[in-house]
């Protein structure tokens, strides 16, 4: 008889649950194979909470970990001492953690104290930048020697991982889960529309519409201020054109989003959506402004161009394949960007038509495939 293989999934942000949701689905779907256990250090609250709602996911272990403008080294001890314990008590076969957050790098650390296989899942992304994005570069970088396992999303990734010794039969290219997610998203919805904030389809009505979201820490201060000043003179501009951005919880983005973008009347400031309504609004857009990961990836897939507010990127496939470009933090740039696509339908309809390159789908259900076919 085949073992069960005990899985303990590791999350704790928003993006972690979007992109580790479809790996669970996928392990429950094998009870006879493996038993999952998901554990939340709640980096995130309620930018968590309302996501595993979402996916039916209830952790099994909840740690709770957030408070209000928590400092990084608070999060990492934190996180750290809650996982040391539930990777104890749990003694799991395999951890999964996914992506760059500092949950991610505690999650693979405590792994590796238990000497327990560590999987890691969108593994070998890298800006070559340890200040950008950060911690998240370093994050990554991290947790690559503490795990045993290497799902890489694209074939650029499997490279990069390669170049740093990574043995060749450790890593697997899957594509990138967030698609899987997105794809589950976007057939949900086709039955169950979202409701949107108030006034927000009346705000929208005639008007061309960029997302907006951004919460890079290393943008805190002027970055914000210049994204700020960029969206506000390109929305004068623009009298068709409607921003709609959901701001992140952060204190240090809320304060200078709030200040500088609260009253004019072509900017919608709007609380973070849960994912249904976020995906619609995505599908909406003429367009995105963003610096998030989990965004530039999803643009593709949605026939979205992408203005990347980010002075390099860890995913140059969508620049290579011309659905983003990376316009940095500055005023100017974000303006003339901005500018250039909103007057040219052509360019913006290039970048819309092309290809993602981020996956077809079906990251999950080949990550599960390796994860039962190495079991011990
Ligand atoms: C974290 C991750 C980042 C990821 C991002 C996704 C790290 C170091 N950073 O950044 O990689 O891209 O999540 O959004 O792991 N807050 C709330 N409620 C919430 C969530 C956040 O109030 O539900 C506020 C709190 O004041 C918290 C602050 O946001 O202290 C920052 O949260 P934190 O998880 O430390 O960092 P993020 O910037 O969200
Ligand atoms: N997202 C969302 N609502 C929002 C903003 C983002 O559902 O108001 C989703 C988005 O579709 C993507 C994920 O959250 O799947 C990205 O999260 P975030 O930008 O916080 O983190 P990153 O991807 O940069 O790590």
């Known amino acids: 008889m085949t073992p069960v293989n005990k899985v303990l999934v590791i999350l704790g942000t928003r993006p972690e649950a979007v992109k580790l949701a479809p790996v669970v689905h996928e392990l429950r779907r094998r009870p006879g194979r493996f038993r999952t256990v998901v554990c939340a250090t709640a980096q995130h609250r309620r930018m968590l909470d309302e996501f595993l709602d979402l996916f039916d996911i209830s952790p099994d272990h909840d740690l709770d970990i957030m408070k209000p403008g928590q400092s990084l080294a ?3 001890t934190r996180a750290l001492a ?11 076969d395999d951890l999964l953690v996914q992506g760059d957050t500092t949950t991610a790098f505690c999650g693979a650390l405590a792994g590796f104290y238990h000497k327990v296989r560590v999987g890691h899942v969108e593994a070998g992304l890298r800006t070559a930048d340890k200040s950008a994005p950060y911690p998240e570069e370093i994050n990554r970088r991290l947790i690559t020697p503490l795990a045993d396992l290497h799902f890489a999303p694209t074939e650029t990734a499997r490279k990069a991982l390669l170049a740093e010794g990574v043995p060749a039969d450790s890593i697997h290219v899957t594509g990138n889960t967030v698609i899987d997610a997105l794809h589950w998203m976007r057939r949900k919805l086709r039955t169950h529309p979202p409701r949107l904030p108030a006034g927000l389809a009346e705000a929208m009505r ?13 943008s805190f201060g002027e970055g914000f201020r210049n994204i700020c000043e960029a969206i506000l003179e390109t929305a004068e501009a623009f009298a068709d054109v409607l921003f709609v951005y959901p701001v992140h919880l952060n204190p240090n983005v809320r304060g200078p989003v709030y ?4 009253r004019h009347p072509r900017v919608k400031l709007i609380e973070p959506l849960p994912y249904a309504p976020f995906i619609s609004l995505m599908s909406r857009a003429t367009l995105l402004l963003t610096d998030s990961g989990g965004v530039q990836e999803e643009g593709p897939s949605l026939g979205k161009p992408v203005l990347v507010m980010r002075e390099t990127t860890e995913r140059p496939e969508g620049v290579a394949a011309g659905n983003a470009r990376l316009v940095g933090t500055t005023r100017q740039k974000i303006i003339e960007n901005l500018a250039d696509l909103l007057q040219n339908s052509s360019r913006l309809e290039a970048m819309a038509s092309a290809r993602n390159p981020y996956g077809d789908g079906r990251a999950a259900k080949r990550i599960v495939e390796i994860l039962g076919r190495e079991a011990s």
């Open 259 to 262: 200040a500088l973008l609260g």
């Open 82 to 92: 809650g996982l040391d314990r539930v990777v104890r008590e749990e003694r799991p």
């Open 206 to 218: 005639r008007k061309r519409v960029v997302l907006v979201t951004g919460h890079r820490r290393e």
């Open 74 to 76: 608070e999060v990492t």
